[in-house]
């Protein structure tokens, strides 16, 4: 919920025109246990205070120019920190940068999550949070976040909604790291229906392709794709709302250029139910990662959030998620916390 700034005299001063101010925020705090078993047997506990289940904390400030004859001007700067442990590694995140609106459509540069990213989200019945057992997060990593130049197209079909991205890598000399994408959605009495896609552009750096997902504490395993190749990144998603209940369902297909054998794919299905104050939602998901060395590891989780809301702005939690990598290691996962927004 925005909070307006009564700040129109003083930057009409300066400006010449009026402007909006505001700020808004974002609290997720919750008390977190893991258990994480090997595929050796060696189980251990973990319990950590922070984020869980609904997003990241935030601070956000924002405002909107009226420029006249149907031109806007807008800027955004949302800091992310966790609460927990302070905010001295601050960063900025999705949705800082500045841009012009209008008939045209909106451009903008900046911070961001990547248009794959934010279709995958979509997808996610429990919540598109961190806890174990929501492993359909396939392809969302390249290019998120970072920053870039977006173009949404103005809307000529109602309902239908497309943008497009791009992201230079920043490595001298070479196009290495550039990342490009795009996202078309259809929306019509309940009915959504969104596609995305991505490439990107490799530097070589051993951390761009994950082979296997980290479950609970058990690490990833990673590896590097041959540099300047480009990696294909898509999603589907479509959800539906009947009113009583709403079902989500995605696919997520990621192949490397480097080569053939690195390919990743993942899928999900979910549904949420309201019941008054309380929303329940359960997704279950699927992924399958193959290396370079055509091993193959697939992983299942489903994971569930009930959340009960004490008024719009302030609710509480729980969750609890299982997930599972066919070598043998297996991770439960449970959060109860509360959440405030402004």
Partial sequence: MKKTLVAVAALAAVTGAMAEVTISGFIDQAYNTTRSTTAAGVSTTQTALGPNAIGQDSLAFGVTEDLGGGLSAFANFNLIGITTTGWGATGTDNGSGIGLKGAFGTVSLGQGYSLV????????????????????????????PGGGIGYTLPEFVTGLSASIEMGPGEVDGSRNGNYQGARVAYSNSGFMISYAMGQYRSTGAATEWTTAPGVGNVAAAQEAITTGVTSSISSLTMTYDFGAAKVYGGYNSNQSGGNSNQTANSSTLGISVPLGAITAG????????RSAAAATVDVTGTRLLAKYAFSKRTSAYIQYGTAKISGGASATGNGIGLTHSF
């Fill in 117 to 144: 990213w934010q279709n995958t989200a979509g997808s996610d019945a429990s919540g598109w949070g961190t806890g174990v057992g929501n492993v359909h997060t396939v392809g969302t990593g390249f290019g998120t």
């Fill in 282 to 289: 359960i997704a279950a998901s699927t992924a399958s990662y």
